[in-house]
């Protein structure tokens, strides 16, 4: 065998798993389509229990040194009622992250090399390698190179929502819903925030977040029946819709937009069988959810850890996929409901980043919390609890498609919309 373990992605899900697996001792190889840094269609959220994870590897510091302002506070407007609060600790870290892709991706692609992976950037595999029904390798390619087959001992998809590997091995869909919602988001200048805002609006959502070289991103979220009509004129739809978000409009036409706007209808939710003889799935590629719930990359750190674990156990000659999936792709049975009429969304919760059944404000000073402003003073918002963490048994509860608003990551009272 060429290495134990081929993963086959390097963004958030595959260059983790392979730096994690590395720092085990295992012989990786990470490959890429792609050479790094290089951007994606994604905003950037970092959940507190995925920026927990970054530091506990020793890569938030690179994070924050290359300029990531933290948001430790965060407002959230539902129209009638808004909620301000700052995140409590939790595992040592106490703020919200939204570095660029281009800088988090590559940050972890140095820490694989960093760590003894094998890094191929601008390899696309194109077939996977079997071997008496188990995969045992990938074949493919770097640019203008010819074909080569590289073996190991499991092979793992960390290569997206249109996972490659996970159609080539026939990864069984499950709990898969419908797309629900378009996102839209770009990045400013001179539109400065002091914390994260967040506006739920009629089935709308927009999002405001301060990321790298002083840009603030806004991004937003629009029920799918409306694409259409959207696409046709995007500025001035995107604008009209952060008109309806207090005086966000305003900001954002007395700014400067920096970079064009990116729009996708391409929003899948859906889980899929994780594992299976030879390889296993991490990131999207397993469980891809809504973008509204801005808890893809924290998932697939959390999904990157328990694999890494579950696979050295497993070269190791003790089965642990099978918990691997129960612990990161099943539903936890523990999750509140999320507010109703969120973009196309029904109640439910969105896999792996329940809020804790209990509020972390006790129900009399949460009243206090509730205002038609801002309370001049922050109220904690709780933490989301990584599902992963709890016990949840395969196949607990009806859990995807539910994005869960988007950067808080806990409890919400919402009210009735003002607009
Ligand atoms: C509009 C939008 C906004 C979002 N905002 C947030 C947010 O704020 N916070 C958040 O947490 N999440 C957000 N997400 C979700 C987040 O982008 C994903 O969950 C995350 O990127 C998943 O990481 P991944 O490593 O699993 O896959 P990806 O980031 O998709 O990486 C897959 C990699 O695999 C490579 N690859 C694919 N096929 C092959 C092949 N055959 N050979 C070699 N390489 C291959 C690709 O080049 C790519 O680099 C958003 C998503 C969208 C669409």
Redesign the pocket.
């Known amino acids: 065998m060429d290495y134990d373990v081929i993963v086959?992605?390097?963004?958030?899900?595959?260059a983790t798993t392979a730096m994690l697996l590395a720092r085990r001792g295992l012989r990786v190889l990470v490959?890429?389509?792609?050479a790094f840094p290089s951007d994606?269609?994604?905003?950037?959220?970092?959940q507190v229990p995925g920026v927990a994870r970054l530091r506990r590897w020793g890569l938030l510091e690179a994070v924050r040194a290359a300029g990531t302002p933290p948001t430790r506070r965060l407002r959230f407007d539902a129209g009638e009622v808004v909620l301000d609060g700052s995140f409590p600790p939790f595992e040592g870290a106490d703020a919200l992250y939204s570095p660029r892709r281009t800088l988090l991706d590559a940050a972890l692609v140095d820490a694989a090399r960093s760590a003894g992976a094998d890094v191929r950037e601008n390899?696309?595999?194109e077939e996977l390698v079997w071997s008496e029904g188990r995969v045992v390798g990938v074949r493919?390619r770097e640019r203008l190179g010819s074909s080569v087959a590289l073996r190991a001992r499991i092979v793992v998809g960390?290569?997206?929502?249109n996972s490659?590997v996970a159609s080539a091995v026939g990864a069984r869909t499950y709990r898969q819903r419908p797309v629900r919602a378009f996102?839209c988001?770009t990045y400013f200048s001179g539109l400065p925030v002091t914390a994260g805002e967040v506006y739920r609006r009629r089935g709308r959502l927009v999002a405001v977040f301060p990321t790298n070289d002083d840009l603030t991103m806004v991004y937003l979220s629009e029920p799918l029946s409306g694409f259409e009509v959207f696409r046709r004129d995007i500025e001035k739809h995107y604008l009209a819709a952060l008109d309806g978000c207090g005086d966000l409009g305003g900001r954002a036409r007395e700014a400067r937009r920096e970079e064009r706007l990116r729009t996708?209808p391409d929003?899948p939710n859906r889980f899929r069988l994780p594992h299976g003889p030879g390889w296993a799935l991490v990131?999207?590629?397993g469980v891809?959810m809504d973008?509204v719930s801005?808890?893809?990359?924290?998932?697939?750190l959390r999904d990157a850890d328990l694999l890494a674990e579950a696979l050295s156990a497993e070269l190791d000659g003790v089965p642990s996929l099978a918990a691997y999936h129960r612990g990161a792709t099943a539903p936890s049975g523990r999750c509140t409901t999320t507010p109703s009429g969120w973009p196309g969304t029904r109640p439910a919760s969105p896999n792996g980043c329940c809020t804790p059944q209990s509020p972390t404000v006790p129900p009399r000073s949460r009243a206090s919390s509730v205002s038609s402003r801002a309370p001049s003073r922050p109220t904690p918002i709780s933490t989301p609890r990584p599902c992963c963490e709890s016990s949840a048994p395969p196949g607990g509860q009806e859990a995807l498609a539910a994005p869960g608003p988007r950067g808080v990551g806990g409890r919400v009272v919402t009210g009735r919309c003002g607009q």
């Open positions: 086959v992605g390097a963004r958030v899900a595959g490959v890429d389509r792609v994606t269609i994604s905003s950037h959220q970092i390899f696309r595999v493919g960390a290569d997206g929502k490659f996102a988001y996708t929003q990131g999207d590629a891809v973008s801005a808890q893809g990359i924290t998932n697939a």
